[in-house]
């Protein structure tokens, strides 16, 4: 276990719907990453915050926007679905601010988009 | 071409084997080099880092890397069924615009 929770596990939605992903941290981590996982694209980094700052971003969509709220924990809101939006999402922690600093994943959301 | 190309397998060698996963990447501007392992339902973990080119030791798994022919490798010693697992590599570009990037993974199993 990473220490790193995320919520929903699972979701199902339909095409054209938003929805939010949650990701709670490692205790003491400032530090949060988003990443996607899919057959065809691999793991690919979405976007970094630290401490409530955006840090870093990666190949994310405009549809797709995150934030990091004073308690650390962060949300992956992502909108007008589409079908190729089904994948696995991840969270990962790290302590620092630099992305090269160990980061530990969480267990994933699994968002099916129909 | 695609910044991080790994073989996607799937690899099946027998326990006790020499495991030996490799990527090339494309951009010499990358500067850390890690391999990252993920088993079935759950997100990856990280097991080597480096920064430089040459070897790296840590029990039965070396990491290695080559900034001039831009290849890097791992290789697994005496492999365990407990092995099995899809192994990413993922390397960084700091400075500027910060980038990290992972190859898409290699499923490897151990046959007990």
């Known amino acids: ?114 | 071409q695609k910044e991080v190309e790994q073989d996607p397998g799937p690899l099946s060698v027998p326990e006790g084997a020499i495991v030996s996963l490799n990527c090339t990447y494309s951009n010499s501007a990358f500067q850390y080099f890690m391999w990252y392992r993920q088993y079935s339902r759950k997100g990856p973990e990280l097991l080597m880092y480096t920064y430089s080119s040459g070897n790296k030791e840590d029990g039965r798994f070396t990491a290695q890397v080559d900034k001039s022919s831009k290849y890097i490798s791992l290789f697994i010693r005496d492999s365990q069924p407990s092995d099995s697992a899809t192994y990413l590599c993922a390397t960084l570009k700091q400075g500027g615009s910060e980038k990290l990037v992972f190859g898409k993974g290699t499923k490897l199993t151990v046959n007990p």
Do not use: M
């Open chain 1, 1 to 114: 276990d990473s220490g790193v929770t995320q919520t929903p596990k699972h979701l199902i939605t339909a095409t054209g719907q938003r929805v939010t992903l949650r990701c709670s941290p490692r205790s003491g981590d400032l530090s949060v990453y988003w990443y996607q996982q899919s057959l065809d694209q691999g793991l690919q980094f979405l976007i970094q915050y630290y401490n409530g700052e955006e840090r870093a971003k990666g190949n994310i969509l405009e549809r797709f926007s995150a934030q990091q709220f004073p308690d650390l924990h962060s949300e992956l809101n992502l909108s007008s679905l589409e079908l190729g939006d089904s994948a696995l999402y991840f969270c990962a922690s790290s302590g620092l601010a630099g992305i090269a600093d160990t980061q530990y994943f969480g267990p994933g959301t699994r968002l099916t988009v129909l």
